[in-house]
Nanobody
């Protein structure tokens, strides 16, 4: 059983900041990529930011310069620091981890999502 537990979402005014955390636990090994996706009402889920095992980040154009993704491999935790938030950042944010299961098969795992609401 693999669990991804997200925290840090909430309500913030435009221009404010939030920090999301996602702790991964259970039978997952050799975690390669970790990332954050978001889904706004009526829209498809989209990649916000990802980070590989070497710490190399990748960002959606819409969040470059405002969001920072980081990870602590020792704690199997990924973070998303979100600054200069805009109303269009409002969405449910999902954590994702890509790693091997107990049968050494690569699988993608998802968290339950955390709501981020930015008021104008």
């Amino acid at each position: 059983q693999v669990q991804l537990v997200e925290s840090g979402g909430g309500l913030v005014q435009a221009g404010g900041s939030l920090r999301l955390s996602c702790a991964v636990s259970g039978s997952i090994f050799s975690i390669r990529g970790m990332g954050w996706y978001r889904q706004a009402p009526g829209k498809q889920r989209e990649l916000v930011a990802s980070i590989d095992a070497g710490g190399n980040p990748n960002y959606a154009d819409s969040v470059k310069g405002r969001f920072t993704i980081s990870r602590d491999n020792a704690k199997n935790t990924v973070y998303l620091q979100m600054n200069s938030l805009k109303p269009e950042d409002t969405a449910v944010y999902f954590c994702n981890a890509f790693g091997t299961d107990s049968d050494y098969k690569w699988r993608s795992y998802w968290g339950q999502g955390t709501q981020v609401t930015v008021s104008s």
